[in-house]
């Protein structure tokens, strides 16, 4: 396999892999399913999904099929880089690095949504597009824990630094965690 197919398949299965991880969110965040980009994104990616659905059923708003099936097709990506012979072939090890390769990669794209959800509420509160809507959806439904905890005050909303408090602490404990496995940081999505 020449490198620029290895890149050419990577980068296909890297996508589908942010719109799986799309969908994990919508269902977890339980967001409007009316609206266009929801329903586009869903009807492209979520096929696999379902087959796994009709096994693994969600509890409550987890679906751990969206999940697996965007670890297998990171697995299926480390397969592709066996293949080229960048990395030697042990399956644990894939699987563990793909574990943590969607995990960044969801850890990587709440992380964009909060940014967006803050810069759209100071620069475009009154617009309605679709777009516009599901980022300040979606930022809202990770605020709201920190909301309840400390309110505004005087017109200051502090859930925000909270939030990204929470996610930084995430992102850098499972960056160690993946690069003490050995995962090779240029074939993670997520980094």
């Known amino acids: 396999m020449t490198e620029a197919t290895f890149f050419l398949f990577k980068t296909l ?9 799309f ?6 965040l339980k967001v409007d399913y ?7 994104i869903i009807r492209a990616v979520d096929f696999p999904s379902q087959l796994i659905r009709t ?13 697996l099936v965007a670890v297998f097709i990171q697995a299926g990506a480390f ?3 066996v293949i080229a012979g960048s990395i030697n072939y042990d399956p644990i090890k894939i ?3 793909s574990t943590y390769s969607v995990i960044l990669l969801m850890l990587k794209m709440v992380w964009w949504i909060l940014l967006g959800g803050i810069i759209i509420s100071f620069v475009a509160s009154n617009v309605f597009h679709p777009a516009v809507l599901l980022i300040r959806q979606m930022s809202d439904k990770f605020f709201h824990p920190f909301r309840s905890i400390l309110p505004p005050t005087g017109g200051l ?3 925000p630094i909270f939030a990204f408090l929470l996610l930084n602490f995430l992102q850098i404990a499972f960056i160690e965690f993946a ?3 050995g995962l090779p940081v240029w074939l993670s999505v997520g980094f």
């Open 179 to 181: 690069v003490e496995s």
């Open 55 to 67: 096994v693994i059923k969600p509890l409550w708003s987890f679906d751990l099929a969206c999940f």
């Open 79 to 81: 397969y592709l880089a």
């Open 13 to 21: 299965m890297d996508i589908f892999t942010i719109g799986v991880v």
């Open 34 to 40: 009316y609206n266009p980009l929801v329903q586009g």
């Open 95 to 97: 699987l563990l690095w």
């Open 23 to 28: 969908n994990f969110l919508f269902r977890l």
């Open 157 to 159: 909303d502090f859930s």
